[in-house]
């Protein structure tokens, strides 16, 4: 399937779907399509069953205009590790902001973990993102999401023009989780107090499990492995039914991708029982 409808867009509307299934007790894909400025590489197998694989933009980056779709679906029973390969670039926007739609949906049982590295705007990037996860009886999902202030090598801090960001999860048709938030450094002041209090990057993970309650030694888990890791500032709390929210500022690259694999580990092995495994890009 190709998501451009015309020659001049080949290469700015990137498009991609996943399907994965469950076969004789193993997650298998069962169809993958893409459209460049999105991929998928192929999958490896971990020994629980479940599937490894990394999604990527090939391109190098986001840009201005670029219209971006994922579609997932995970059939009954399926456990699938979705990650990148590294932080995804959002580039000078000269007129429109790139957009990207991302639709998750979880069958009966199935287990996601999405991973993505943490997004670093460009002086003058603009990009509009959604997230939706729908979640059926018996499901688990575990997500990340990060950002940074900018390329913060090269001094650059809160030089993009806007980063807007919706995520919302539903098990069952009920949400279980909502937030959206807006960016604008020339009109915010996102450096200070009541803000990024002086760190250069955010990161958020939410888990959610069906038929399973978040219990106080869970969430103690998951806040303790987040608050010990050095340069990071936050901490977990449980959402009103079946999950938890984690939220924290962290003062480097190493520090937030630490609170995050940190995070995860604890949030594997409380909500689905597994131990953390390596994801080969450290």
């Given amino acids: 399937m190709s998501c451009f409808s015309r020659p001049e867009r080949v290469g700015r509307d990137g498009f991609l779907r996943l399907v994965f299934e469950r076969r004789d007790d193993r997650t298998v894909l069962t169809d993958r399509r893409f459209t460049l400025p999105l991929q998928a590489l192929e999958p490896s197998r971990l020994p629980d069953g479940s599937l490894y694989m990394m999604m990527l933009n090939p391109t190098g980056g986001t840009f201005g205009g670029d219209r971006l779709r994922t579609e997932i679906v995970l059939g009954a029973g399926t456990h699938v590790v979705l990650t990148t390969p590294s932080a995804t670039k959002v580039y000078r926007a000269l007129d429109q902001p790139a957009r990207c739609e991302t639709e998750i949906a979880l069958g009966k049982n199935a287990i996601l973990e999405y991973l993505p590295d943490h997004l670093i705007p460009h002086p003058g990037a603009a990009l509009r993102q959604t997230f939706d996860v729908t979640m059926e009886h018996g499901s688990c999902a575990i997500v990340y999401d990060a950002i940074a202030a900018g390329r913060i090598g090269r001094g650059e801090r809160w030089k993009f023009r806007e980063l807007s960001s919706e995520v919302s999860m539903r098990l069952e048709g009920m949400r279980r989780y909502f937030s959206r938030a807006s960016l604008i450094p020339a009109s915010q002041a996102l450096h200070g107090l009541g803000a990024m209090e002086g760190f250069d990057y955010f990161g958020s993970i939410i888990g959610i499990r069906d038929r399973a309650r978040t219990t106080k030694e869970d969430i103690n888990a998951i806040d303790a492995a987040i608050t010990s890791t050095h ?20 003062s480097s690259a190493h520090a937030v991708n630490r609170a995050m694999l940190s995070g995860w580990s604890a949030a594997r092995m409380q909500l689905i029982g597994l131990p953390r495994f390596d994801l080969r890009k450290l």
Avoid: I
Wanted: charged share 5%; net charge positive.
């Fill in 231 to 250: 340069g990071v500032w936050g901490g977990a709390s449980a959402l009103p039914a079946n999950g938890f929210v984690a939220k924290f500022l962290a």
